[in-house]
């Protein structure tokens, strides 16, 4: 098991309440090295302040690769809810198992990073 590094950008904040919220994500081993091989599903993210108790939780829409390493992760709220205004502070993870090739696949185990993101609802 080995460690991911994450690094998260952000273009400015919500603006419309239904949009996704792009994050700029830079994925790197422990190495240092570029990581390319992920997905939509190695991405998780953990609400962890919302602006108002009752907002719905935040949820990755689709992680995109770009180039060596960097993705365009979109979130956005749960089951068709809409942002609110004010402050929400997220969780983002990035899993990858590793798995030997030889037949059938076992786990011989796995990748894991964090990182945390602010985003602002206006």
Known sequence: MSLLRLEVTQTGGVVNKADDHVLWVSVADDQGKPVTDLKTNNFKVATLQKAIPTAADIEVEFAHPKYGGFYE?????????TWEQ?????GLT????TLVTFYPPQLLGSDDGQALVRVSVT
Not at 73 to 81: A, D, F, H, I, L
Not at 86 to 90: F, K, M, R
Not at 94 to 97: D, G, K, L, V
């Open 73 to 81: 992760v979109r979130v956005r709220p749960s089951s068709g809810n």
């Open 86 to 90: 004010g402050q929400y502070v997220l």
């Open 94 to 97: 990035a899993h990858r198992a």
